[in-house]
Nanobody, 124 residues
């Protein structure tokens, strides 16, 4: 059974930064794409970004491009989401996810395993 546990969320002022972590266990972590999604109250879950197994390829949503960086440490079975210049519209629950794909997909249907989420709140 795959387990994903996010951490690092919290309350931050606009313009601030946060680094989220996602620790994975339960299978060979390093082969598969790891992704981040977020869901704001009353909104659909949306793709934030993803990283391939080698870390050599990342894809970011246009809404966050230039403000976030996704990285991974396969030795630690952990993926990171560094977020800078946070704005109130970034307020959401952030989830990490993985599946059986070796390439990045933006649709949530491609991801089989999800963490419980971590709340990020950005105050104005």
């Amino acid at each position: 059974q795959v387990s994903l546990v996010e951490s690092g969320g919290g309350l931050v002022q606009a313009g601030g930064s946060l680094r989220l972590s996602c620790a994975a266990s339960g299978r060979t972590f390093s082969r598969y794409v790891m992704a981040w999604f977020r869901q704001a109250p009353g909104k659909e879950r949306e793709f934030v970004g993803a990283i391939t197994w080698s870390g050599g390829s990342t894809v970011y949503a246009d809404s966050v491009k230039g403000r976030i960086t996704i990285s991974r440490d396969n030795a630690k079975n952990t993926v990171y989401l560094q977020m800078n210049s946070l704005q109130p519209e970034d307020t959401a629950v952030y989830y990490c996810a993985t599946g059986r794909s070796l390439v990045v997909h933006m649709a949530s249907a491609f991801y089989d395993y999800w963490g419980q989420g971590t709340q990020v709140t950005v105050s104005s």
